[in-house]
């Protein structure tokens, strides 16, 4: 009952959307303030206190007999086009085990805190982990100063979603005596599906740098100048992806992507004047990551350069390789032994909201099967059963990880 529970929620929350037809929640947005009133009133059914806190998240605790608070969650926001399960699916698995807790009128030796992240995925302002960065007491200031499509900066969107904007750098709405993290979370890749297993712990989380960048050059008619001497800014622009593309290649392990670009003017008789564009650059190993996005800076000098054109780079996140504790992975693996599985561990090459809490205490994650490996898509799907083995498998690592606070 309690996987059939959770399906049936994330497809309530899957129909609260800023715009009809598809799924999206940004950061701020009216959608995002409904999905919280909606998972607060289930957080209220299951015993525990609710606060939000200065950024938005949604914080839901179920109090213990002792010290010590374990974190469970993930987030609530989406990417344009989503799927049901990718952020939702952590928050809805937590939330059933305090439920559980509840049902068993059971209190452990520590409290549980469930955090439903108000902004994880970056789509509004183009920064990931908004939400857990405050929570775990990093956010960074100069953020504020972003602005999103229509102008807005992260300092007003927070003043009109949250509150104040001012107060976020230098402190976090984390408990002082967090004990440690997990997150569930559909792996997002093919691993788990290909080796017949439900769920698996997870090893490392990737690292990650987030660049907007942008090329000026000179607008003019499609007909009547000629290809000596333009400075057409989406062909620079056109460069650079292909060369973010070749050079990943040639560094394994390392994937780089363009998802947005916007085109100006914009018509299909006049050429491009100005682009912008995202980059996303993943790797493992920090260093590596770091020298493939110094190589692309300099390419895109190069390209602009080249063309007549001038370039815009901003750097606008940058997010370390995390590895697991494994400490939490080692409990984590007994409770899906003790549930009758293998307990096989890999990387996420996505990045989550645990690399951020890993500031504040341990962390560890949790994947769950997802068809094909598909995420970031309207055709995210998951097993009701493996969402019924995932609730397991959690309630089984709290308990073990309240079994070694009262020693035994």
């Known amino acids: 009952m309690d996987g059939a529970n959770v399906m049936e929620r994330c497809d309530a929350l899957a129909r609260i959307s800023e715009e009809q037809g598809f799924l999206v ?27 939000t806190d200065a950024i938005g998240n949604l914080i839901g605790r179920y109090e213990g007999t002792g010290e010590g608070t374990f974190v469970l969650g993930s987030h609530l926001d989406t990417v ?26 059971e209190r452990l030796p520590f409290a549980v805190e469930v955090a439903a992240f108000a902004d994880e995925e970056g789509l509004r302002f183009g920064t990931t982990y908004l939400g857990s960065s405050h929570y775990a007491g990093a956010f960074d200031a100069k953020l504020l100063e972003l602005e999103d499509r229509n102008g807005v900066t992260l300092a007003d969107a ?31 890749g093919p691993v788990l599906e290909e080796r017949d297993l439900p769920v698996g712990g997870v090893s490392a989380i990737t690292g990650l740098s987030r660049v907007q960048a942008g090329f000026s050059g000179s607008a003019g008619h499609a007909g009547t100048v000629p290809m000596e001497g333009r400075k057409d800014a989406l062909c620079a ?24 670009m916007s085109v100006r003017p914009g018509a299909g008789n006049v050429i491009p004047g100005n682009v912008d564009l995202s980059l996303d ?33 901003q750097v606008r996140q940058e997010s370390v390789a995390v590895p697991a504790d494994q400490h939490l992975v080692a409990l984590l693996s007994c409770a899906i032994e003790e549930a009758g599985l293998e307990a096989l561990r890999l990387p996420s ?11 504040v205490c341990p962390v560890a994650m949790l994947f769950v099967r997802c068809e094909g490996g598909v995420s970031h898509n309207p055709a995210e799907s998951v097993e009701e059963e493996d969402v019924a083995v995932t609730i397991d498998v959690m309630d089984r690592f709290l308990g073990l990880v309240a079994d070694e606070r009262r020693g035994r």
């Open 25 to 51: 929640r940004p950061y701020g947005s009216d959608a995002m303030r409904e999905v919280n009133e909606t998972v607060a009133g289930w957080m209220r059914g299951a015993g525990m206190g609710v606060r």
């Open 80 to 105: 344009r086009d989503a799927g049901k399960y990718d952020g939702p699916l952590g928050v809805l698995t937590a939330l059933a085990c305090v439920e559980r807790l509840h049902d068993r009128d």
């Open 158 to 188: 927070v003043r009109t979603f949250a509150g104040d904007p001012e107060s976020l750098a230098g402190t976090n709405s984390a408990p002082e005596n967090a004990i440690g993290y997990c997150e569930v979370h559909i792996e997002q």
């Open 237 to 260: 622009a056109a460069e650079l992806v292909l060369e973010a593309e070749a050079a990943a290649r040639a560094e394994p392990g390392s994937v780089a992507t363009v998802g947005e």
């Open 281 to 313: 650059i993943r790797h493992g190993d920090d260093e590596v990551r770091g020298r493939l996005r110094d190589h692309l800076e300099g390419r895109a000098g190069e390209i602009a350069e080249g063309r007549g054109c001038e370039l815009r780079w």
């Open 349 to 359: 090459g996505a990045g989550h909201d645990a690399a951020q809490m890993a500031v």
